[in-house]
């Protein structure tokens, strides 16, 4: 199994033990090395890879990568969703935990930008790690 690499970001993250929102980036040959409680595809989602493949940019966790498929409008209408989804499993149903993957075709642009949104979306409410199965 290939080794987690965490970002870090402005907004606060947990360590993986401590936890309560655990979010996890990966490609789609990978879905076996884990099981999330929800899996989002977002391989069809607007892709940054031909926009920043020749830049300074690494992969999906840069900001302006971030910033870039926000303009996607299915990426609002998620974050609302799994806002909800965190509300009902943490809050209403008191759950230890909530477990998010996020599956691109290569796991380096789209599932991590996605990640790294959802994480600054909702990291000052819950307690958040981010995980990036494809990223060194």
């Given at each position: ?72 409008p299915r990426v609002t ?30 796991g380096k642009w789209i ?26």
């Amino acid at each position: 199994m290939k080794p987690i690499t965490v970002f870090t970001s402005s907004v606060p993250r947990a360590n993986e033990s401590s936890a309560k929102l655990l979010l996890t980036s990966f490609a789609d040959t990978t879905v076996n090395s884990g099981c999330p409680m929800y899996l989002w595809n977002v391989t069809q989602w607007r892709d940054p890879s031909c926009v920043f493949q020749n830049s300074a940019v690494k992969d999906g966790r840069s900001s302006a990568v971030r910033e870039w498929i926000k303009a996607d409008p299915r990426v609002t209408v998620m974050l609302k969703e799994i806002e909800i989804l965190a509300e009902v499993h943490l809050v209403a149903m008191k759950q230890a935990w909530l477990s998010i993957g996020f599956m691109d075709h290569h796991g380096k642009w789209i599932a991590p930008a996605i990640a790294e949104l959802v994480a600054d979306h909702l990291g000052t409410r819950y307690a958040t790690y981010v995980g990036h199965r494809e990223l060194k």
